[in-house]
């Protein structure tokens, strides 16, 4: 049960780091969450890392090669990236290189440059994002949080 309530103060806390669907950024920090449901996420890819297709509950998504689900946000609106500061801390991008794998359409897989001068990953121009709420390969805990960040299918378009 302690668990559930500390999912609930992580999903809160992210949706009040980055919830206000105007495109603007906060420097406000966030209190770090329990430790129990705090996720470990690494943003940095490795050489040869994957995007796949994965089946979820919201419908087939893109997923690292580890089975993490990333998403999008619609702020960005498939231009440069808007999730900076605390927004960043509770949705690290997806940064690095990354190969097209299995249901990926590579044409639509590319990189942008970032403010902070890392390159983050896009599909089909939305930048890519992990949520820190997924403690497991698989989770989609950030789905649909504030009406502003999504899931991605296949074709590039945000699982609403």
């Known amino acids: ?66 089975g993490r689900s990333v998403y999008v946000f619609l702020p960005d609106a498939q231009g440069a990236s808007t999730c900076y500061d605390a927004c960043e801390s509770n949705w690290p991008p997806l940064t690095g290189s990354v190969a097209a794998g299995s249901g990926v359409n590579a044409p639509l897989l590319a990189s942008a440059a970032r403010s902070d001068g890392s390159v983050q990953v896009t599909y089909n121009g939305w930048p890519l994002y992990y949520f820190a709420g997924d403690a497991a390969p698989g989770d989609i805990n950030g789905q649909g949080i504030n009406d502003v960040w999504f899931l991605v299918s296949a074709t590039g378009d945000p699982i609403a």
Do not use: R
């Open 1 to 66: 049960m302690k668990w559930k309530m500390g999912l609930i103060m992580v999903v809160g806390l992210a949706a009040a780091a980055c919830g206000s669907g105007d495109g603007a950024t906060t420097t406000t920090a966030a209190p770090a969450a329990p430790a129990a449901t705090t996720a470990v996420v690494t943003t940095t890819t490795g050489a040869g890392e994957m995007l796949e297709v994965a089946a979820s509950a919201a419908g087939d998504a893109l997923v690292d090669g580890e």
